[in-house]
């Protein structure tokens, strides 16, 4: 009964209004009242609690002021800097390829370049959507004739099914001399060719780069995926002009070799590339397979 009473008692007292009056002293006259119970108390101070909560929050999130908390700054001062990084990276490729361009201009206006240093890739690589090379109504009736007739003529399949050198005809990947031969048990599994700055590497066959950037030790490198198991790679280029994923053609400019200007007229400009030929994993004499 005791218990009871007193929770009753303490009910009654949290909902016990109380009244607050302010009065004039002079007049006594009764100017601002207010009746609130504790418990009306309790549930205003909470209401204003939350609301100053909210208010500061807000005023955290959408000012400098959350600069200034512990830890939040960081997160975002990182985040900033590798975005700048990568955007400076981006740019700093774009100059280099404007550089390069600028400077290939310049020699041109001047005369300074020879007419035959870079190779023509027109002559090599045609548009696909050229329509001077489209077929003809009879070509496309002759080839699907000819696909028709010889489907089931096996006497066309080749007889040396481990050849490597099946229908394959290898371009030069640049010209130069070779001043180091291919040797294995050095280590050194490709050829390096010494040419004249400011050449341009060429494709060796039509593939697809599987690889493009640069190696602290190769510098800019760049490899490209062929057909029958071919694999060919390019190291110690100036500019990459081909990325991840870009298909080539036997032929096709995939990089630019260019020695920078000395002071001295005498230094020799001559660059050396680094070409490499691998065979299903395993490296091949590329001696034996292009005419240097």
Known sequence: MNKKKNKHNFWKR???KYRLSIMNEN?????????????SGIVLILIFAFFLISITSAIIIATPIRYYLPGYLDSEVREKALRSAIKA???????????VYINNLRNIFNGVRQIDSVKIIDTISVSENDPLLKKTDRE???????????KYNLSVLSTSAASPMESVVFFKPVRGVITQ???PIKEHFGVTI?????????????GVV??????????????????NGFVSIY????????????????????????????????????????FELWYKGSPVNPESYISF
Request: net charge negative; aromatic share 8%.
């Open 14 to 16: 949290l909902h016990f």
């Open 27 to 39: 007049t006594l006259e009764e100017i601002w009242k207010i009746k609130a119970s504790m418990f």
């Open 89 to 99: 990276d981006s740019l700093q490729q774009q100059l280099e390829y404007q550089e």
């Open 140 to 150: 496309r009736d002759y080839t699907k004739r000819y696909e028709d007739e010889e």
């Open 181 to 183: 031969k291919f040797e």
């Open 194 to 206: 010494k040419a004249s700055s400011k050449e341009t590497v060429s494709s060796v066959l039509e």
């Open 210 to 227: 599987i690889y493009a950037g640069y190696d602290v030790k190769t510098g800019y490198t760049i490899q490209i995926q062929h057909k």
């Open 235 to 274: 190291k110690n280029n100036t500019l990459l002009l081909k990325k991840l994923g870009d298909k080539v053609r036997t032929g096709e400019a995939i990089a630019l070799l260019e020695k920078k200007e000395e002071s001295d007229k005498n230094t020799d400009t001559s660059i050396s590339l680094e």
